[in-house]
């Protein structure tokens, strides 16, 4: 499979920031407070690759970093520190130094986005049908006819009644929300699809058949994805490859069942023996 | 014709640090052995010198310390993995390298079908074709039609320990790891499945398992490798029984 993205060095730093934010924070220091200036290093020196088809997932506690990579990478955070390439069919593009019509074009065509807090994916001032016309309308789809047959495919295969499309997702219980949120992310057929704590808060069963969605969508349009979680479970079902981390960095990397069975470092071998 | 080598471990070393407990744990150290195409290899031992590790260590579900572990692919190029990168023995894994588990971890609520196709979707066949070919090796081990729209969660042993076969055989690798095979099955099924090795054994595949009862080695390895805490020694058996 060939690359689709290659991070390198990439980080952010909140504050004013100094030459020795790096060197005095991360796991050995055990803080991503930098002790000279006070700037919070929320993530710093990640680099990593993710091809075609593949789902990378990205594991570690609160405030360890995680999410932030994928806000990066999406265009909701700026960074600090480093670059990314994202190398789509027909050319390259150095993610962190497109305009920003180039940015949006790239959030609505070629990735998708599905965020824990579903306020931060949908509008709810839309209906379910509407959030998906919405990201379809931006990416140049006008006909109102077509639109509406891709949000109505689109929800029945994320497993959203049809009949309820015209509704508020304010109405939707958590699990369809997140349905919609799939069903919108997916709507352009995007590449790369990021999801972040996507089952979080949600019921056990609810979470399951989520997961299993994913999975089954992954499988039959070998989209790639960044999976961003605590939840080992989450690792377990649908990375096949797995970063560990810890204060802002990576401590780990490795596939997915040799982080799970032969952990290296300290605090993975603690994660996973926490597992219930 | 000779029978050329499909996997060449040298020296390989394995020991876990457990950074809670501070201690090492030896796994295995200076295994040295061969597998080639149409032969199997037989890896024995005491329970606890290692013979799963190897495995593991073959498949990078453990990360080995030391050693090399000689992957020779048709085309006649040669990967170390104990070295390759994630990606490449990922490419591997769906074709090349298949691995049948002691234990069957499969989700609670898939169905057998799915979980026996499921290394043949992972590689981007289609579901209807996955399920079919799903469907031919279940039949083949003596799997009952009636089990193969549930999820088998609550099959018996030997049951579920065939659906682990079928679902390491699906992908037809060039080199399938067996980490006992039979060890809950009947007379009858053990039979099928030696059967079944034995046939996929003649078409090329090479094999290296870990057994438990001297009747399996003899019957159906080439090749057997001893373990012992301190090391591996090997020998090769005298003569093949048929």
């Excluded at chain 2, 990922?90 to 057998?112: D, M, N, S, W, Y």
Aim: net charge neutral; charged share 25%; proline share 4%.
């Amino acid at each position: 499979m060939k690359k689709i993205l290659g991070v390198k060095n990439l980080g952010k730093i909140h504050g004013s920031g100094c030459p020795r934010c790096l060197e005095s924070t991360g796991p050995d220091a055990g803080s991503n407070i930098c002790s000279h200036c006070s700037s919070v290093v929320a993530a710093a020196n990640i680099s990593f690759d993710l091809h075609a088809g593949e789902v990378l997932g990205i594991m570690g506690e609160s405030g360890s970093g995680k999410s932030t990579i994928v806000k990066m990478l999406f265009f909701d955070e700026e960074p600090s520190l480093g670059e990314a390439v994202f190398f789509d069919d027909e050319r390259q593009w150095d993610l962190f130094s497109v305009n920003a019509a180039e940015q949006r074009w790239l959030r609505n065509h070629r990735f998708g986005i599905v965020y824990q807090n579903p306020h931060l994916g949908l509008n709810f001032n839309f209906s379910a049908g509407g959030n998906i016309a919405e990201r379809l309308l931006m990416s140049d789809l006008a006909h109102y006819g077509q639109i509406r047959e891709r949000a109505r495919d689109l929800l029945t295969r994320t497993e959203v009644m049809p009949e309820r499309m015209d509704e508020s997702p304010k109405k939707f219980s958590g699990g369809m929300q997140q349905r919609v949120q799939i069903a919108k992310a997916l709507s352009t057929s995007p590449p790369v699809l990021f999801l972040d704590e996507v089952t979080t808060g949600l019921d056990l069963s609810v979470q399951a058949r989520i997961l299993d969605l994913i999975l089954e969508i992954q499988q039959e349009l070998g989209t790639a994805m960044i999976a961003v979680t605590h939840d080992l479970g989450v690792i377990r079902l649908l990375a096949t490859r797995t970063i560990v981390m810890k204060n802002g960095r990576i401590i780990e990397a490795g596939l997915t069942d040799q982080i799970l069975e032969d952990p290296q470092h300290a605090y993975t071998q603690q994660l996973v023996a926490s597992a219930l | 014709m000779v029978n050329i080598p499909v996997l060449t471990v040298e020296k390989l070393n394995k020991r876990f640090f457990l950074h809670e407990q501070e201690t090492f744990i030896p796994s295995c150290d200076d295994v040295n052995l061969t597998v080639n195409n149409k032969e199997m290899t037989a890896l024995v031992g005491p329970t606890g010198c290692g013979k799963s590790s190897v495995l593991k260590c073959i498949y990078r579900t453990y990360l080995p310390r030391g050693g090399r572990i000689l992957y020779h692919a048709e085309d006649g190029h040669t990967t170390d993995l104990a070295q390759a990168s994630d990606h490449r023995i990922l490419e591997l894994r769906k074709r090349g390298i298949g691995f049948v588990t002691q234990f069957l971890h499969c989700l609670p609520r898939k169905a057998t079908l799915d979980v026996v196709g499921e290394p043949l979707l992972v590689r981007g066949e289609k579901k209807a074709a996955a399920r079919d070919a799903a469907a031919d090796i279940l039949r083949l081990l003596n799997v009952p039609e009636r089990l193969w729209h549930v999820p088998p969660a609550t099959f018996s042993g030997g049951e579920k320990q065939r659906v682990n076969l079928a679902r390491g055989l699906i992908s037809r690798p060039r080199l399938l790891l067996l980490d006992e095979p039979t060890a809950s099955l009947d007379p009858a099924t053990t039979e099928r499945v030696i059967e079944l090795l034995s046939a996929i054994k003649a078409k090329g595949v090479a094999m290296l398992a870990v057994f438990h009862h001297p009747e399996l080695v003899r019957r159906l390895a080439d090749r057997v490798v001893e373990l012992t805490p301190q090391g591996a020694e090997f020998q090769e058996t005298e003569e093949k029984i048929q």
